[in-house]
């Protein structure tokens, strides 16, 4: 039998293996590509979609034509800097506080304060949405405001607190998943650098600074660029259920998604969902690609690709 099929039946088991993976990628992630041809057609369902006229660019001078074009871009790409650049700050600091914490606690007591953000993350999102901001029973209007003698404020209406609700939430929804990753990178680092440091003199803040932080990079720049990748992309929960839909909100609250979602539910235009998603798909891969390029070119080792 020749060497290299004896090779390749040595391997057929390992293809196997492999095959229920790749069957499931196909079908999740590449088959749905397809949908794109629906950005460039008007869907008429009696002709189906290949049957469709197709509308060109269309779709897409539709989604920028509009007056609400450079709202939506400018909240969803200056909420996500802030989302990234406020979480990546606050997790790092909390996950460094917690090893600290932990390092002198029992396993079951760490255990306890890894899920406590997690707990904590959900908690607020529900609280501050069904108790916090209801005009009549909300705990900010009825207790605090109330307390202090200052009149009520009907948050749904009153759009120049929303930017800073919005973040809170935000930073309160994803710390817990972010810190536990930056988290484990931290309890990765070997004891010996710090018992070294200590050594030298160099005391808490001096091996943060030297040690723990230069050795999170590979994680930061990971998850940087996978952020930059979704830079495009709004959650969805956040700006409309949260702000409840509220159209006195707009100019601080409507993000492409949730303009896409208003106008299909408004107008049933399929086609404009589907531009505005092949719109930020390949804003995202843009974005990524120019992110990675860039840290590259200033740290190979630290690029993702």
Same mark, same amino acid.
Request: net charge positive.
């Given at each position: 039998?020749?060497?290299?099929?004896?090779?390749?039946?040595?391997?057929?088991?390992?293809?196997?293996?492999?095959?229920?993976?790749?069957?499931? /990628?196909?079908?999740? @992630?590449? &088959?749905?590509?397809?949908? /794109?041809?629906?950005? *460039?057609?008007?869907?008429? $369902?009696?002709?189906?979609?290949?049957?469709?006229?197709?509308?060109?660019?269309?779709?897409?001078?539709?989604?920028?034509?509009?007056?609400?074009? &450079?709202?939506?871009?400018?909240?969803?790409?200056?909420?996500?800097?802030?989302?990234?650049?406020?979480? +990546? #700050?606050?997790?790092?600091a909390v996950a460094i506080l917690l090893n600290e914490i932990t390092s002198k606690?029992?396993?079951?007591?760490?255990? +306890?304060?890894?899920? /406590?953000? *997690?707990?904590?993350? $959900?908690?607020?999102?529900?609280?501050?949405?069904?108790? &916090?901001?209801? +005009?009549?029973?909300?705990?900010?209007?009825? #207790?605090?405001?109330?307390?202090?003698?200052?009149?009520?404020?009907?948050?749904?209406?009153?759009?120049?607190?929303?930017?800073?609700?919005?973040?809170?939430? @935000? /930073? $309160?929804?994803?710390?817990?998943?972010?810190? #536990?990753?930056?988290?484990?990178?931290?309890?990765?680092?070997?004891?010996?650098?710090?018992?070294?440091?200590?050594?030298?003199?160099?005391?808490?803040?001096?091996?943060?600074?030297?040690?723990?932080?230069?050795?999170?990079?590979?994680?930061?720049?990971?998850?940087?660029?996978?952020?930059?990748?979704?830079?495009?992309?709004?959650?969805?929960?956040?700006?409309?259920?949260?702000?409840?839909?509220?159209?006195?909100?707009?100019?601080?609250?409507?993000?492409?998604?949730?303009?896409?979602?208003?106008?299909?539910?408004?107008?049933?235009?399929?086609?404009?969902?589907?531009?505005?998603?092949?719109?930020?798909?390949? #804003?995202?891969?843009? &974005?990524?690609?120019?992110?990675? +390029?860039?840290?590259?070119?200033?740290?190979?080792?630290?690029?993702?690709?």
């Amino acid at each position: 039998m020749p060497a290299g099929r004896k090779k390749w039946k040595r391997a057929l088991p390992i293809y196997a293996m492999i095959l229920p993976g790749v069957i499931y /990628l196909f079908i999740n @992630n590449y &088959l749905p590509m397809f949908g /794109l041809v629906i950005a *460039f057609k008007k869907i008429d $369902w009696n002709k189906g979609i290949l049957g469709s006229d197709w509308a060109g660019f269309d779709n897409f001078r539709y989604l920028f034509a509009s007056k609400e074009a &450079l709202v939506m871009t400018r909240n969803t790409i200056l909420y996500n800097v802030a989302f990234i650049i406020l979480g +990546t #700050v606050a997790a790092i600091a909390v996950a460094i506080l917690l090893n600290e914490i932990t390092s002198k606690v029992s396993s079951r007591i760490y255990q +306890t304060l890894i899920l /406590l953000p *997690f707990l904590i993350s $959900w908690v607020i999102v529900g609280y501050l949405t069904y108790a &916090l901001l209801n +005009t009549e029973t909300g705990f900010i209007d009825q #207790v605090i405001l109330k307390s202090l003698g200052q009149e009520a404020v009907v948050w749904y209406q009153e759009k120049k607190y929303w930017p800073y609700i919005l973040v809170i939430v @935000n /930073l $309160w929804k994803s710390l817990g998943f972010s810190m #536990v990753i930056y988290l484990s990178s931290i309890v990765g680092i070997s004891k010996e650098y710090y018992e070294a440091a200590k050594i030298d003199g160099a005391g808490k803040w001096k091996q943060i600074k030297s040690i723990t932080i230069p050795l999170l990079r590979p994680t930061i720049i990971t998850l940087f660029i996978m952020n930059i990748g979704r830079m495009f992309y709004s959650d969805f929960g956040l700006f409309y259920q949260i702000p409840r839909n509220s159209g006195a909100l707009f100019d601080v609250t409507q993000t492409i998604d949730t303009y896409v979602y208003n106008a299909l539910m408004q107008q049933g235009n399929i086609s404009l969902s589907s531009a505005a998603g092949f719109y930020q798909s390949i #804003v995202g891969f843009m &974005l990524v690609m120019t992110a990675n +390029t860039i840290v590259r070119k200033l740290s190979e080792e630290s690029a993702l690709f």
